[in-house]
């Protein structure tokens, strides 16, 4: 998606360790009106896909999903990094690895919210090694729920967790793919 790779482009920062910062538009300050495109575009690409629910993982996968869950018109769900005594009964859990914090956390969805009459797209701010974006097909999993696919805004294409998905057959559209990245500038892969 053009306007995203702009702003990439404009605005975001490479770090050593292959991370990229985009914390001035996207997942610390938040500029709503380009998030309001990606959501208004991640919700053309899954329009006629049946979706019931936007699920995304807090904090950063918050905003977009809540943009794309509008655009549906579909409630937006996050699953909680944090244990919360406000989740009373069954509860969905599933423990994801953070390469980027070096250690393992669970995340939690409440069972109410998900079931097997929801068809899910599952949303998030990036997709590097994938190993967020597997703890939220085992919610998925565990609710009985159906995945329509994947949202993603910025995929890492030269980590794992994109091809990994498509390999298994798990639809996945992602606004920008970045191939290759440094100091000398951001290649991205050719729609
Ligand atoms: P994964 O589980 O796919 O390895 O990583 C997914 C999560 O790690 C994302 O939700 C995001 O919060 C974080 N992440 C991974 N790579 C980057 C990066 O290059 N920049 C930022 N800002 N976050 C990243």
């Known amino acids: 998606m053009e306007l995203l790779e702009r702003r990439i482009r404009q605005d975001g920062t490479v770090l050593p360790g292959n991370i990229l910062k985009v914390d001035s538009f996207l997942n610390h300050q938040l500029d709503t009106a380009l998030l309001d495109a990606l959501g208004a575009e991640l919700a053309r690409r899954y329009a006629g ?29 996050f699953a909680k990094k944090a244990k919360s005594h406000n989740l009373n009964g069954a509860v969905l859990v599933a423990r994801v690895h953070s390469y980027t914090y070096g250690r393992d ?5 409440a069972a109410r919210f998900l079931g097997p009459d929801d068809r899910v797209l599952i949303v ?5 090694n994938g190993q967020a974006a597997q703890g939220l097909l085992a919610i998925c999993r565990q609710a009985g729920a159906a995945v329509a696919g994947f949202g993603i805004c910025i995929e890492k294409g030269f980590q794992p967790g994109g091809g990994a998905l498509r390999a298994a057959g798990v639809r996945v559209e992602s606004l920008a793919i970045i191939d290759r990245m440094d100091e000398n500038g951001i290649v991205f892969r050719k729609a």
Do not use: M, N, Q, W
Not at 49 to 77: D, M, N, W, Y
Not at 105 to 109: A, K, N
Not at 124 to 128: N, S, V
């Open 49 to 77: 896909a049946g979706v019931t629910k936007v699920l995304t993982v807090e904090a950063s996968g918050i905003a977009v999903a809540c943009f794309a869950a509008r655009h549906l018109g579909v409630p937006a769900l």
């Open 105 to 109: 956390y669970e995340i939690t969805v």
């Open 124 to 128: 998030d701010d990036f997709l590097a």
